[in-house]
């Protein structure tokens, strides 16, 4: 290979065509027409000797030889990034940035606003997206660039990303705020024949964590509604009679609820942000970051 002649768009082009695996997607990705981008794959066929993709029924898959050429490209092409964005002057004030934020929706009634406002007041040129968490697709979100940050518990995150712990949650029990029930001193017994709301990410179960805690115990919670979301938990039960266990903060400035300790050990959840490698050392990215863990305090 006549390194002379190397040109590094190509390199961006074989990058984005093995993530992508469709030309199409490829071409808008990068801004080209697509016989630009299939010009450009054939120059790349021919640079290594190797077909690299190959056509089938929808879109095309990589060879062997492709497959193993993906992650020390990668490495180069985000190192090359790294050193170009190092040696640039960042100033909040002109930086022009979208920021694809991935969170899950008790994260952002609770702060969604917050980091906006934060951030914009800062650096006006920012344009904020915010997307719900995909916990089985953010590895692929971020090393395409479809999401830039995501802020959720860092166990459940890919070892691949960087992470930084924000804080720890807790949960409380709400009622109503004139519920006759329930209080910090009520016992196991008051708790589990109360009324109960859940919510179940997974569609309509019944059955949580701390049900099964429960059982080894000899209880069962009478569990009368299954909701997908904690969002609209809080409005039920400040209108009814139902309970609910729901994040702390996501109920922090209610006052139309009572809030109690549950009468049953909970663990809590750590919250934190992650992000890719390719976002690691880029001094917009990293001021964002900084600026969302002054809003997340620990």
């Known amino acids: 290979m006549d390194t002379k002649r190397l040109d590094l768009n190509l390199l961006v082009t074989l990058e984005t065509l093995l993530e992508?695996?469709?030309?199409?997607?490829?071409?808008?990705?990068l801004h080209l027409s697509?016989?630009?981008?299939?010009t450009q794959l054939n120059r790349l066929r021919n640079m290594f000797n190797d077909p690299l993709l190959i056509p089938v029924h929808r879109g095309?898959?990589?060879?062997?030889?492709?497959?193993?050429?993906?992650?020390?490209?990668?490495?180069?092409?985000?190192q090359v990034r790294a050193t170009l964005v190092a040696h640039q002057h960042f100033d909040p004030a002109q930086v022009s940035l979208v920021v694809t934020i991935a969170c899950t929706d008790y994260l952002q009634a609770v702060f969604g606003l917050s980091i906006i406002q934060q951030l914009r007041q800062q650096s006006p040129g920012i344009k904020?997206?915010?997307?719900?968490?995909?916990?089985?697709?953010?590895?692929?979100?971020?090393?395409?660039?479809?999401?830039?940050?995501?802020?959720m518990t860092p166990?459940?995150?890919?070892?691949?990303?960087?992470?930084?712990?924000?804080?720890?949650?807790?949960?409380?029990?709400?009622?109503?705020s004139n519920h006759p029930v329930i209080s910090n001193s009520m016992t196991l017994e008051d708790y589990v024949q109360l009324e109960h709301v859940i919510v179940s990410l997974n569609s309509g179960h019944f059955l949580t964590l701390v049900d099964k805690a429960l059982q080894k115990q000899?209880?069962?919670?009478?569990?009368?509604?299954?909701?997908?979301?904690?969002?609209f938990v809080p409005d039920i039960v400040a209108r009814s009679q139902l309970v609910a266990l729901v994040p702390q903060r996501l109920i922090a400035d209610r006052t139309d609820l009572k809030v109690?300790?549950?009468?049953?050990?909970?663990?809590?959840?750590?919250?934190?942000m992650v992000w890719h490698?390719?976002?690691?050392?880029h001094s917009a990215h990293s001021w964002v970051r900084e600026k969302i863990a002054q809003v997340l305090p620990g």
């Open 277 to 281: 490698e390719r976002n690691h050392g």
């Open 20 to 29: 992508e695996q469709n030309v199409t997607r490829t071409a808008a990705r």
């Open 260 to 272: 109690v300790s549950p009468p049953v050990e909970l663990a809590g959840f750590p919250v934190g």
């Open 128 to 151: 904020i997206a915010i997307r719900n968490l995909e916990p089985s697709r953010l590895e692929q979100q971020m090393a395409t660039g479809d999401v830039d940050l995501a802020l």
């Open 60 to 78: 095309m898959i990589p060879t062997a030889k492709a497959l193993e050429l993906l992650s020390p490209l990668r490495q180069a092409l985000e």
């Open 34 to 38: 697509q016989p630009a981008v299939s």
């Open 218 to 231: 000899g209880y069962t919670r009478n569990v009368v509604l299954s909701a997908a979301s904690f969002l």
């Open 155 to 176: 166990e459940d995150a890919p070892q691949t990303l960087r992470g930084r712990h924000l804080y720890d949650e807790v949960y409380r029990l709400i009622g109503c």
